[in-house]
């Protein structure tokens, strides 16, 4: 029970960490690359996949214009359009500007879980909680994952772990 209480410790360390901009300037997107990410997030939630798979937006890379369908990694606007599109199903009106917002630092969370997992199916609990413990604060994740900052990374870094671990544990159970 106390790996499990430190390991949540741990989680809400990471989420409450990467807030700190929000305490100081308020829910904003920060930077070029998150907002136009905010930007084609808005249009796939609203037009659909096949609309934004064929996207050509004329206001990007002026005057040239981009194909934005196929010029993306589009996993972080479908997650968060999907999270967006589920609060609603549940009832609960949240922005798509906010989600975008607290997205990086829900998936920390959810990555300093995953890292916990793989340290007790690679070693052992000891193992696991260093794991989390220093995902949560390594600052080269929390500069990647700070919130307001909408880009790949976030949601990236917790495949990636939850790719590892899952692989490790096929491994281990055969």
């Keep these: 029970l106390s790996c499990v209480l430190m390991c949540v410790r741990a989680m809400w360390f990471a989420f409450d960490i990467r807030l700190f901009s929000i305490r100081q ?24 996949f096949v609309e934004f798979w064929n996207w050509y937006d004329g206001g990007s890379w002026y005057p040239l214009g981009r194909a934005i369908g196929g010029t993306v990694y589009p996993g972080l606007m479908w997650t968060a359009a999907a999270i967006h599109h589920a609060l ?26 995953v890292a916990y997992f793989l340290g007790t199916e690679v070693s052992n609990r000891r193992c696991g909680l260093l794991a989390a413990a220093l995902l949560a604060i390594v600052p080269g994740y929390i500069s990647r994952s700070v919130a307001g900052s909408f880009d790949n990374e976030a949601v990236a870094i917790f495949a990636l772990l939850l790719t590892f671990f899952l692989f490790v544990r096929a491994v281990n159970t055969g």
Excluded: M, Q, S, W
């Design 25 to 48: 300037f308020g829910p904003v997107i920060h930077e070029f690359d998150p907002y136009f990410n905010y930007r084609a997030t808005k249009y796939l939630a609203t037009e659909g």
């Design 88 to 113: 609603h199903a549940l009832t609960l009106t949240v922005a798509l500007r906010d989600v975008a917002v607290f997205t990086a630092p829900l998936f920390a969370a959810a990555t300093t879980l």
